[in-house]
C-alpha cells in the first residue's frame, strides 16, 4: 500500500473513532511508519488515536508525538489527581499494593501484582481521570508458575485464537517470566493479538517482540 493511500486511511479512521477529536492532529507516513502529530485535550483521546491508527491496515510502526493540552481553566493540581487516582484503584479491579506518584500532571504508577491484567486495569482507570498528561506504568509483575507451564498456555493461546497464524510464531520462555516471541505476521492488529495471547498467560512478566510484519 502506498504512503499516501495509508495517510487517508488513517485520517479516516481518526475522524470515524468517536472518542478522538482528531481536528488538531496532524498524520505523516513514511514506508508504513506513521507519526501522529499535534495535540488533543485529554490522554484518553491521545491513547484512543494511537489505537486507531493501529487497527489501520500497512502500518508498521507508530511515533506519537500528540501533546495533551489542557486550557487555564482545565488544570488540576497534582494532589488532587493523586487523591482521585488513588480513590478510582479502589473501586477499580486491582491489589491495594499499586502506588501512585503524580507530577506535572504526570503519574506514575507503581508496586507489584501477579497479573498482566491487573497492571493494564491501574493505567486504564487513571489515564481517564482530567488533568492527566500521561501515565509511565512501572507496576512489575510477580512470577508464579514454571517455565514449561507458561511455555504451554501461551502456544494454547496462540492457536485458539482467530486471529493468529500460530504455525509461523515460534515462543521461548526463559527464567523470571521472560518471554521472547519470534515470527512472521501479517500486520500490526495480529501482532497485538500474539502479544496479548503471550501476556495472558500467569507469571509473564516481560514479552520481548521479535516479531517481522511481511
Known sequence: MRDKELRKDILDELDFEPRVNATHIGVAVDNGVV???????????????VQAARRVKGVRAIADDIEVRFGSDKKTADDEIAKR?????????????????????IVTLGGEVAWKFEKVAAEEAVRKLNGV???????????HVSIPDVKQKIENALKRSAE??????HVSVHDGGHVVLEGNVHDLFERDAVETAAWSAP????V?????IS
Open 35 to 49: 507519526t501522529l502529530a499535534g495535540h488533543v485535550s485529554n490522554y484518553a483521546q491521545k491513547e484512543a488515536a
Open 85 to 105: 487516582a488513588m480513590d478510582i484503584l479502589k473501586w477499580s479491579d486491582v491489589p491495594s499494593n499499586v502506588t501512585v506518584t503524580v507530577r506535572n500532571g
Open 133 to 143: 498528561r500521561s501515565v509511565a506504568n512501572i507496576v512489575k509483575i510477580k512470577p
Open 164 to 169: 493468529i497464524e500460530a504455525k509461523g510464531i
Open 203 to 206: 507469571g509473564v512478566r516481560v
Open 208 to 212: 520481548e517482540d521479535k516479531l517481522r
